[in-house]
């Protein structure tokens, strides 16, 4: 079946560090890229759409400054958590879609910001 | 804006079966996910169907759907401790934005 390979899958750093993730979709094009963040004990919330070649779509309440998204390829996305701090620790999870669905998710990334 | 609700924990005996329940409001959702979580990790899609559908069966998985009362089932049979997870309901009209429920925490006890 479809693989979305996330990496890395923990990341701990100092306050003022930036952080990158990256999202590839291992056997298939990802048309759509989507990147989820997840509380302790809490659902996913949507924090970006990003389509192959064009600006990612953020959702509100969501800065686009501190959390920068690109997708380059059709295989690869990244998210970028400039300057993280304590608050922005968090489990982060990417998801891709091809031209079948529905939605395939990495194993998620959690950044902690000591 | 739509909304998916689910209960939040459910513990049963290893070997009996779970039963899942998840609610949702918006009419117009074409597709109905199950997802699974195990702690640390992702999402696995464990099952889906679409909304002209009232069963859909794989293996242990069993999903209803009641339509008219906007509810969806997940029935795992022979429950067994690698299935103690949190389980995620999800909706979408398009296959490409998802609401997702709160996840329901599974115990399995032995």
């Known amino acids: 079946g479809a693989v979305v390979s996330q990496h890395p899958s923990r990341v701990i750093c100092k306050s003022g560090t930036s952080v990158k993730i990256e999202c590839r979709s291992l056997?298939?094009?990802?048309?759509?890229m989507f990147w989820y963040r997840q509380f302790p004990k809490q659902s996913l919330m949507l924090m970006a759409t990003?389509?192959?070649?064009?600006?990612?779509?953020?959702e509100q309440g969501v800065e686009k400054d501190k959390f920068l998204i690109n997708h380059a390829s059709l295989t690869l996305s990244t998210l970028t958590v400039t300057s993280a701090h304590p608050e922005d620790s968090s489990f982060y999870i990417c998801?891709?879609?091809?031209?079948?669905?529905?939605?395939?998710f990495g194993d998620g990334t959690r950044l902690s910001i000591l | 804006g739509e909304d998916v609700e689910q209960s939040l924990f459910l513990s049963v005996r290893e070997g009996d079966s779970s039963v899942i329940n998840c609610t949702y409001t918006?009419?117009?959702?074409?597709?109905l996910y199950w997802y699974k979580q195990e702690p640390g990790a992702g999402l696995q899609l464990l099952t889906y169907?679409?909304?002209?559908?009232d069963m859909k069966q794989d293996q242990r998985l069993t999903v209803l759907l009641n339509k008219k009362d906007k509810h969806l089932s997940l029935r795992i049979a022979d429950t067994q401790t690698g299935d103690s997870a949190i389980y995620f309901c999800?909706?979408?009209?398009?296959?490409?934005?998802?609401?997702f429920g709160p996840g329901t925490r599974l115990s399995v006890l032995p």
């Open positions: 998801s891709a879609r091809g031209e079948g669905w529905p939605q395939h």
């Open positions: 056997d298939f094009q990802a048309t759509t």
């Open positions: 990003s389509n192959e070649g064009s600006k990612a779509t953020y």
């Open positions: 918006d009419s117009s959702s074409t597709y």
């Open positions: 169907i679409f909304s002209n559908m």
């Open positions: 999800a909706e979408s009209r398009d296959g490409q934005n998802f609401v």
